[in-house]
Structures are given as structure tokens and as C-alpha cells.
């Protein structure tokens, strides 16, 4: 019987509350499709850099920072963030019974990220899209009517007017840099808001690296309300070959015989 509740509970659910969450994963499988699509398309260019100690760069850094025409799986922007299960619903709808807000807060999770992507472009990408928006399991606070989620995002950069220099003859590093948000009252009040800051600061952290071609592989957000927002933003850009260091590209792995 207790089987059939929860059966029928979640039928219910995914009646009342499920056209948002379907129409998000149609949308979801053409996003995932061009980006598939994006990195079996990659061209025949040099896909290998040497990092800063001497060895190659591993391949999904080497992707993030070298495709910048496309979306690639690697280069994301990631927010965690706490959000009121009453902003998850529609005009006129109310919460379920608690028993079954985790399948709400999951199946409604992709409305937290609407807002997200044009923050991305308007500050340094070309396009952005959502990859994924889950609730995190075992997080729904039942009391405070609270859950915390995590969205993935996928961007590809502003075209750039200045090509790269000779790869070979540059090293790539690659830094992780905590942002201060603390500064901005804005960034505690809206996860927009706090997003935004963090984007604006990737911009100015990365030109103060002092590395040419500084590009931006990803960032992560965590934030709740009447908190100070975390944020950890990922670089890559490159510098000169050290005194004595002499690169060679990865060996080709021979064709089988026959």
C-alpha cells in the first residue's frame, strides 16, 4: 500500500508539476547533442600544450583553453546555491506534501537557471547554455521549505580579435583564484546578482595574470541569501617557454595492422 502511495504521489507530481521540467530536457538533449556534436566536429589543429612544469597540459584543460568556437563539456560555469521551494512553483500552484518535495525541487530545478546564462554572454561569452540543474540529494529542509541545487553551465568565449602565438614555444598555466565578494552588498542578496560579480571579477583577475591570451576555463558560485558568496574562478593563459625547456608534441599512437 505504502508502495502505492508514494507510485501514485509521484504520478501526480509529474502531472502537476512536470511541463517545466519536460520541455527543459527537450531543450536539454539539443544542448547536449551540440555539444557532442561540438567535440566530435573538433578540427585537426593543435589540440596538446606543455604545462609550466614540462609535461603536457591534461586533454580537458587543453580543450577548454584551445576551443573557443564551440561549447565543450570542460569549460563551465557551476552555482550552488539555496533557493525557497516556493519560487519553484506557478502561479496558483502549492507545495506538495513534504513527502514529495525532493521530486518537486528536482523536476523544478531548471527554472532556477533561466536567469543565468544571459549574465554569462553579457559579460565574456558568445554562448551559453544550461547543462545541467539537479537538487542536491538529502538537501530539502522541510521546515524552512528550503533546498540547495547546483547548475551547470557551458559557455563558449567572445571571438577574439588577436590570434595565439607559436604554441610550441610557450608553456600553459593554469591558476585557481578565490574572488572576493565581500565587497559588494549586492552579492548576498541575489544569486544574479552574485554571479555577476564573480564574472566581472574573472575579467580583471585574468588581465591582472600577467599571462598572454588569459582566457577564463571556468567559475564556481556558492551561494545562500544573507551570506557571503564564494567564488573560485579558473584561468589559463600562457608565458614564454623557460631557459632550457624544449617541448615536443605527444607521440602518435601507430595504426593497428590489418
Not at 217 to 240: F, I, K, S
Request: net charge negative; charged share 20%; proline share 7%.
Amino acid at each position: 500500500m505504502l508502495r502505492l502511495l508514494i507510485v501514485t504521489g509521484l504520478l501526480l507530481m509529474a502531472g502537476g508539476f512536470g511541463a517545466a521540467g519536460f520541455q527543459y530536457w527537450q531543450g536539454q538533449t539539443g544542448a547536449s547533442q551540440s555539444v557532442d556534436d561540438a567535440m566530435a566536429g573538433q578540427s585537426a589543429a593543435q589540440t596538446w600544450l606543455t604545462s609550466s612544469s614540462g609535461g603536457l597540459v591534461p586533454r580537458d584543460d587543453a580543450r577548454a583553453y584551445l576551443i573557443q568556437d564551440r561549447l565543450v563539456r570542460e569549460r563551465t560555469v557551476v552555482v550552488t546555491r539555496t533557493a525557497h521551494l516556493t519560487d519553484l512553483l506557478l502561479d496558483g500552484e502549492k507545495l506538495p506534501d513534504p513527502a514529495y518535495f525532493e521530486v518537486l525541487a528536482d523536476i523544478r530545478a531548471p527554472r532556477l537557471a533561466e536567469t543565468l546564462c544571459p549574465l554569462v554572454t553579457d559579460v565574456f561569452a558568445g554562448n551559453c547554455q544550461v547543462n545541467e540543474a539537479r537538487v542536491v540529494a538529502g538537501s530539502v529542509n522541510p521546515v524552512q521549505g528550503t533546498a540547495q541545487f547546483t547548475i551547470e553551465l557551458v559557455f563558449r568565449p567572445a571571438p577574439e580579435g588577436d590570434p595565439l602565438p607559436d604554441l610550441a614555444a610557450h608553456v600553459l598555466h593554469i591558476r585557481e583564484i578565490a574572488l572576493d565578494l565581500s565587497q559588494d552588498p549586492e552579492a548576498s542578496v541575489t544569486t544574479e546578482a552574485a554571479l555577476a560579480a564573480a564574472l566581472r571579477g574573472s575579467q580583471t583577475t585574468c588581465e591582472e595574470q600577467g599571462l598572454i591570451a588569459c582566457r577564463v576555463l571556468g567559475v564556481t558560485l556558492d551561494w545562500a541569501q544573507g551570506q557571503t558568496a564564494q567564488a573560485v574562478l579558473r584561468v589559463a593563459g600562457l608565458a614564454p617557454l623557460p631557459d632550457g625547456m624544449f617541448p615536443a608534441p605527444p607521440l602518435e599512437t601507430p595504426p593497428p595492422e590489418g
